[in-house]
C-alpha cells in the first residue's frame, strides 16, 4: 500500500522558520520526483518545490526561492525547510509523487498519483 504522510505544520510569527515531512510508505524514493504544493483558502493549489532523486534536480516556485529547501533522510522522508516565512506563505501544503511525475521549474502537477493529506501552515502575527 502505497502512502504519504504529511506532518509539521503550525502557527508561526512571519519571519519565522517550519519543517515540513512527508514519510513515505509502500516505496522507496530514491528513482521517483517528489514535490510540495500549497493551497491557500479561495486559491487553486500551486507548485513550491520538486526535488528529482535519481539526479538530484531541484526547482522552486519564484515566491520561495531563498527561503525554502527540501531535502530527505535517505530512506522514506522528505522535508521542506521554510525559513523567513511571510502571511502569503500560508495554506495548506500537501506532499505528493507519481510514477510519471517530472520535476520541472514550471512545478507543473502533470503525472502526480500519490498525495499526503496535507498540513496547515498559518504565518501571521
Known amino acids: 500500500q502505497v502512502q504519504l504522510v504529511n506532518s509539521g505544520g503550525g502557527l508561526v510569527q512571519p519571519g519565522g522558520s517550519l519543517r515540513l515531512s512527508c514519510a513515505a510508505s509502500?516505496?522507496?524514493?530514491?528513482?521517483?520526483?517528489f514535490g510540495w504544493f500549497r493551497q491557500a483558502p479561495g486559491k487553486e493549489r500551486e507548485g513550491v518545490s520538486c526535488?528529482?532523486?535519481?539526479?538530484?534536480?531541484t526547482a522552486f516556485a519564484d515566491s520561495v526561492k531563498g527561503r525554502f529547501t527540501i531535502s530527505d533522510n535517505a530512506k522514506n522522508t522528505v522535508y521542506l525547510q521554510m525559513n523567513n516565512l511571510k502571511p502569503e506563505d500560508t495554506g495548506v501544503y500537501y506532499c505528493?509523487?507519481?510514477?510519471?511525475?517530472?520535476?520541472?521549474?514550471?512545478?507543473?502537477?502533470?503525472?502526480?498519483?500519490?498525495w499526503g493529506q496535507g498540513t496547515q501552515v498559518t504565518v501571521s502575527s
Open positions: 505528493a509523487t507519481g510514477v510519471w511525475y517530472d520535476c520541472s521549474p514550471r512545478l507543473r502537477m502533470n503525472g502526480l498519483e500519490t
Open positions: 509502500g516505496f522507496t524514493l530514491g528513482s521517483l520526483a
Open positions: 526535488v528529482s532523486f535519481s539526479d538530484g534536480r
